[in-house]
């Protein structure tokens, strides 16, 4: 799973899985949920994120993968 915000545009995207995204759906305003031929869910687009999410931290809690960053 990748978290990737960018700031010029205030969206953050939800990176679920690896899998290419054949299909969007906006379930409310600004959030879009993107799904594989399977029709799982691969991926989160928030638009204006910064109004709808806290970005100011981001709190991991036992996950059982390895855990990595990448200072912007």
Do not use: C, F
């Not at 995207?13 to 949920?33: Q, T």
């Not at 031929?37 to 994120?49: E, H, K, T």
């Amino acid at each position: 799973m990748k978290l990737n915000y960018h700031p010029d545009t205030d969206s953050l995207y939800i990176d679920l899985s690896e899998r290419p995204s054949v299909e969007s759906r906006e379930v409310s305003e600004g959030v879009v949920l993107d799904y594989d031929s399977s029709g799982r869910l691969v991926g989160i687009d928030i638009d204006n994120a910064a109004n709808k999410v806290e970005l100011q931290q981001l709190i991991l809690s036992k996950l059982p993968g390895k855990i990595e960053t990448d200072a912007a």
